[in-house]
């Protein structure tokens, strides 16, 4: 069945009773209305069926916020601040931050239960002109962020496990053939994601407990340490207390740079919110739970690896998880099994990242923010999965995976995934105060999370992009990088730019010749939910 808009006018006749109007959000449409209006949008139901429960759901989040970072990034976070009592007050501020982000993100999932995350919430929070803003994300997030970020992480998850097999050599010498292997599994994904989605959510389940697992290793190691029931020679790094700290401009830039992209990837949640069942409980509590059990595992990984490496022993060369693994459990630990658990931790994020990002890609088509929105909206009649939009998200991450040479320009790749994003972020975070001043009596705003928490979130998503023209700090032990800090961004920024380009030829060009009104939905979606009685969104929470 398509799952293709079609337009206002075509979908509200002025004929129809209340009850009809109300049909368009509540129920599915049949397929005389595919056919007979398929040139553009109409407000339906999602109909991808509600397979993910509060498990999978946080399996999702966790699937993509815990990649290699916490087992790596808190030696930086160290080094670039001076002391571990700094760098564990960084890490609990960016968590509660990142959690009010989350939460916002919660609320705006409520208000409009399908699919497509940011596109939604920033076509209804800021739609002139011409949902600008959501065009802008559609086109650099499901085009370039969203499938540089799967190559980057296809090709690195192999590198895990052939340290892990002792065979370094191929690590720092067969760069393509560690890309080839990613082709390969990032294809079985593909397939997997295509036949099945109650498969494909097994699976993700089974990443985010092993991600849990190896965590939990380390943080309960540290929670064992900190209390003596596991006798180390005590360090001096917690009893030095604030002595040592530097923290200036530069270094709380690049510091706090680095912890809110290990907190990132709650947002994929968002793009298949439509497929989550009793969305108004489940959704919050996923964020929460999620957020919040991996905020304390955090902690506790942080107290962990400073009880174990004094801070002049930090081997940038070396992650840091590796080295804690090492002087506690040995080198078995910290050499094959650590290595091999973070290997599957980060394919873990490939399969949150397609599974999320065919999503992206199937909505950005649905809504018309994309040419071939109807093949893009297809669901599998058998499958009850979006092929063609995971089959193109997985061709474009082919892509990106193969055109960039080894070395720089891959690491280029690498850090241009995350400067449009935060932005992104920022807008969606002030789009919960646009909304509770615009849609005060909205009555799919099931949730109301700390707005002011969001609010903070924005504003420093937002410095943080702007911070990202600024020189860093130099991380000791680390070389500088041969290519300049600001073209990162600023060709981050440049893309970003040049969407206008087709959402002028899309929203203008496109929609003054044929006559299509392709953002008409988001208007007509508020109109619907304005008119719902108390019965209706009784309704509308049961399915």
Known sequence: MSGIYTPVEAAIAPSQS????????????????????????????????????????SSIIIGQVVGSGIFSTPGSIVLLCGTPSTAL??????????LGGALGSAELGTMFPQNGGMIRYL???????????????????????????????????????????????YIESRDYLLRGIGVLVLTVLLVLNMVSVRWSLRLLNVFAVVKMLTLGVVSITG????????????????????????????????????????????????????????????LPRALTLAMST???LYVLANVAYFMVIPVEDIDNGTMLAAQFMDRVFGTVMGQHVLPACIGVSILGVVMSELFGGGRLMYTAGKTGFVPYGEMLGQIHPTFGTPVYA????????????????PGQAFDLLVDLVQEGMWYFYALTAFGVFVLRKRLPQYALRRYRSPVWLACVFGVLSFVLGVLQFYPPARVPGKDEPSVPYYLAPLLGVSFMALCAVPWYLRM?????????????????????????????VRHLSAQ
């Open 18 to 57: 209340h009850d009809d109007i109300r049909h368009g959000l509540l129920g599915h449409p049949t397929h005389e209305e595919y056919t007979n209006h398929s040139d553009g949008p109409k407000v339906v139901d999602e109909p991808l069926s509600k397979e993910i429960g509060l498990f999978s759901a």
């Open 223 to 282: 929670f064992l340490l900190l209390v003596g029931a596991v006798h180390k020679t005590p360090g001096t790094n917690w009893s030095r207390g604030f002595r040592g700290t530097h923290l200036d401009v530069r270094s709380f830039a690049s510091a706090m740079t680095r912890l809110f992209w290990s907190w990132e990837g709650w947002s994929n949640i968002g793009y298949v919110v439509g497929e989550v069942r009793d969305v108004k409980r489940t």
């Open 508 to 536: 203008y060009k496109y929609v003054n010749r044929t006559g299509i009104q392709l953002l008409a939905w988001i208007d007509e979606e508020e109109q619907q939910v304005l008119q719902m009685t108390e019965a209706d």
């Open 294 to 296: 991996l905020g304390v």
């Open 390 to 405: 995971l089959g193109i998200m997985w061709a474009l991450s082919i892509i990106f995976l193969f055109a960039p040479p």
């Open 89 to 98: 007050i960084l890490w609990v501020v960016s968590g509660v931050v990142s």
């Open 123 to 169: 076509s209804h929070a800021y739609p002139r002109p011409r949902a600008l803003c959501a065009t802008i994300m559609a086109y650099s997030v499901t085009f370039f962020c969203r499938p540089a970020a799967i190559a980057a992480n296809t090709a690195v998850f192999a590198q895990y496990f052939f340290f892990a097999a002792g065979r370094k050599e």
